[in-house]
């Protein structure tokens, strides 16, 4: 592993991205800035933005907290309030936080927010979830956008329809009622096609591991790539510059046939190529990356960095029908796909990567990639004759974290996929 | 599959609408487990053991209303199974507006309809449609009956026996149900048996997962009567009559889903609190405390709790609460604490006065 660990431009970048919106929050009050509270998959944060207002994720916090070792004092919290051991974490580490004064990532304290937009695409846990926060912020309004799920394998004229109708007459009423401004279509316009050119980069960006060695880890490091997209900045033009600057390093990546950077600096031989369903747990991220790159395992695909939506087939916000696209966005996130859709998209990610083996890291927190994942491990175990991993953790609560059963058990796989390389070499 | 379908679409062509809630604690799960994680609820993994077992081979397709992602997620498990000749997840709008979540609805059911059409043929008019809607009003409103009477006089049934009553009209014609729900009316009608020192409960959180039968009895057995639950909730979904007279059923059903659906952890209730709700529940049947029992992993029940349980302490409503899934074997521990809670209320505490 090469110790070489110096910063790259777009990491600074986006660095100074999240840290200046943390600061515009922590502000919103003194500037008369109005907070929208709403979710990640399926964010409309083009049409937040368009009003003036500024967006809060509550997954991102406590995916934040889960990092900074806080969540599990604030789930703890939570569970104190009455909130069961079995359910999503993320709520229950968002409530803790709340309990203990809401002070964000940067230290600062996150402002209540002034409209609940419940945009619910592919987690139901999220309808619940704001349930809780409009009577933790009573008389707040909440605006709700039921995502329709793509049971039918496909997004009907319908489907659309009821979508557009909720963004016309619910949502875009209750932005104009709180933010005191009218809807500016052409502005909303103006940030789809900033998105558009955002979520091309981001295909190009993740489409560069088919390279070998890959220049990115597309799960670990795919995570941070997605940040920006994923927290706030949807739409903006620093999102543009930022992924226009982080493709530009990629592709330096591949002309100097550099494998993906890591927390102990580049990874200097690629033994393993992996695509990981399910989302990463946040407590232990760095324990948890390190025994991939330890091993030489680079994730080439991951469906959890698709959660925000999904672009690998096709779809593209279209600036001249801004609230189809809208519709169609969080419609199109990896967790509204139904599991067939799911299977064919993995499918498509193990086969186009060249992935060595398949694994799934299962969430006791999130019935929404969870349920399901044992039939999809099945489906492409069937189809692929592909190796498969299964791991278990959660997402921010650090008591479902046991290192050493994780250990253990890609431990035997890579063995697996070891085996089966010189099996497939010799035959 | 619970919790609320409207069977009265399936009814008028010409089909029957079974309720599938899971495997209970008679089956046992062999194949069902390998499909699920220890974290997810129990009711699933059954009913992926029955379908494996070929226990619906005589099934023409399979609705999935939405309840969670569980059972969301059940639905493309059965579509990659390819089992019947659909499978429909039911999205339930959250919306409900008539011109925006009723709209989508309205699809929604003319897609269920086009399916059952391919299969057998029969086109639904209005009359057929009215016809059924008249059934299903009339077992909704004996049933409500059942529970009035209980209300006044519990004695007279159990709830054990009131839960299989109910429960027999998922698997059998709402006209051959009506019949035994008149007989069943006409025998608890008049007095029989006998009064005991017993707390009136109300039990909530079961509203999907189904509590083993074992566990209905315990309660009851441990010092209380049920008077009001949520179990089979579907039965009793809507709340009144649906219109019979009119040249458009389908809008009927769907105005009625809109605007007389009662409360349930599987609809958001902005703008209709649940804790409120519950509330004008706790006060009309008289109870004495509330028992919430839900099953084990049930994120859309266990988020409730907290909402449900303040209202219950600010109200100064005594609760106690517990986990179960369908297949629970053991009331031991249950019997304590229902015994306990009951025998609390009835050694110490004055009956509840809340203002109706």
């Known amino acids: ?427 | 599959m619970p919790v609320y379908f409207p069977r009265e679409i399936i009814h008028a062509a010409n089909g029957l609408a079974v309720g599938i809630l899971g495997g209970g604690d008679k089956k046992l799960i062999l194949k069902g487990d390998a499909y699920y994680q220890s974290y997810i609820c129990h009711m699933p993994r059954s009913i992926m053991e029955l379908v494996l077992d070929n226990h619906f081979e005589g099934f023409d397709g399979f609705i999935f209303p939405s309840i969670c992602d569980v059972i969301r997620n059940l639905s493309g498990m059965f579509q990659l199974l390819e089992r019947g000749s659909f499978v429909k997840y039911l999205d339930l709008p959250q919306n409900f507006k008539s011109h925006i979540g009723g709209e989508f609805y309205i699809h929604e059911l003319q897609t269920v309809l086009k399916s059952v059409f391919d299969i057998n043929g029969v086109s639904v008019t209005p009359e057929r449609l009215n016809h059924s809607i008249s059934l299903f009003n009339r077992n909704r409103e004996l049933i409500h009956r059942i529970y009035a009477i209980r209300q006044d006089f519990p004695w007279r049934m159990t709830a054990a026996d009131v839960y299989n009553i109910v429960r027999a009209g998922y698997v059998i014609p709402v006209e051959d149900h009506n019949a035994i729900l008149e007989k069943v009316i006409a025998l608890v009608i008049e007095e029989n048996g006998e009064p005991l020192d017993k707390i009136r409960v109300l039990v909530m959180g079961a509203f999907c997962e189904q509590p083993p039968l074992g566990l209905i009895r315990t309660i009851e057995m441990a010092g209380c009567y049920i008077i009001e639950d949520d179990f089979l909730l579907g039965s009793r979904w809507i709340m009144g009559n649906i219109d019979t007279y009119t040249a458009d059923p389908i809008k009927a059903l769907t105005d009625a889903y809109l605007e007389k659906s009662t409360f349930s952890s599987s609809v958001y209730d902005v703008g209709n609190p649940k804790e409120v709700r519950l509330l004008e529940l706790i006060k009309s049947r008289n109870v004495d405390g509330v028992i919430f029992a839900a099953p084990s992993f049930c994120d859309p029940a266990l988020l409730d709790h907290p909402i449900l349980q303040k209202m219950c302490n600010d109200r100064n409503i005594r609760f106690i609460s517990f986990l179960y899934s369908e297949n629970t074997g053991q009331f031991k521990v249950i019997k304590e604490q229902v015994g306990t809670f009951s025998d609390s209320i009835k050694l110490w505490e004055e009956p509840l006065q809340l203002k109706k």
């Open chain 1, 1 to 427: 592993m090469s110790k070489d660990v110096a910063k790259e431009r777009s990491m600074i970048i986006q660095k100074e991205m999240i840290a200046n919106h943390f600061m515009e929050l922590s502000t919103a009050k003194e500037t008369g800035k109005k907070v929208v509270y709403t979710f990640v998959p399926g964010n409309i944060s083009e049409l937040i933005l368009s009003f003036g207002m500024l967006p809060v994720y509550p997954e991102i916090n406590a995916l934040q907290s889960g990092m900074r070792k806080k969540s599990g004092d604030y789930i703890r919290d939570a569970e104190q309030h009455g909130h069961s051991e079995d359910v999503c974490t993320y709520v229950k580490c968002d409530v803790g936080m709340m309990i203990n004064g809401n002070i964000g990532p940067t230290g600062e304290k996150i402002p209540n927010p002034d409209l609940l937009l419940l945009s619910y695409t592919g987690c139901f846990t999220f309808l619940k979830w704001f349930e809780t926060l409009e009577r933790l912020y009573p008389g707040v309004p909440v605006a709700l956008l039921h995502t329709p799920y793509q049971e039918a394998h496909k997004i009907t004229p319908e489907m659309t329809a009821y979508m557009v109708k909720q963004l016309k007459e619910e949502v875009i009423p209750k932005m104009e009622q709180v933010s005191g401004n009218k809807y500016d279509e052409e502005k909303l316009k103006a940030a789809l096609r900033n998105s558009s050119k955002v979520e091309q980069h981001i295909i190009n960006i993740f489409d560069t591991t088919k390279h070998r060695p890959s220049p990115i880890d597309a799960y670990f490091a795919g995570v941070y790539y997605i940040g920006p997209i994923n927290s706030g900045f949807r739409g903006t033009p620093q999102a543009v510059d930022y992924y226009a600057e982080l493709y530009k390093e990629i592709r330096e990546r591949i002309e100097n046939k550099l494998g993906p950077i890591t927390p102990e600096g580049v990874m200097e031989e690629e033994r393993f190529r992996l695509v990981v369903e399910g989302p990463p747990n946040w407590t232990h991220f760095r324990e948890f990356w390190k025994l991939f790159y330890d091993m030489g395992a680079v994730i080439v695909a991951s469906s959890y960095t698709k959660v925000g939506g999904v672009y690998d087939m096709g779809f593209r916000v279209n600036p001249d029908k801004p609230l189809e696209s809208l519709a169609e966005y969080c419609m199109n996130c990896y967790t509204n796909l139904n599991l067939q859709q799911r299977v064919d998209l993995l499918s498509k990610c193990i086969t186009d990567y060249h992935a060595d083996g398949f694994l799934v890291n299962s969430i006791k927190s999130c019935n929404s990639f969870s349920a399901g994942q044992l039939m999809i491990m099945q489906q492409l175990e069937k189809k692929l004759e592909i190796p498969i991993g299964f791991i278990e953790s959660d997402l921010v609560d650090p008591r479902y974290f046991s290192y050493s059963n994780i250990k253990n058990r890609l431990e035997s796989f890579f063995q697996m996929l070891e085996q089966r390389k010189m099996i497939i070499k010799t035959a």
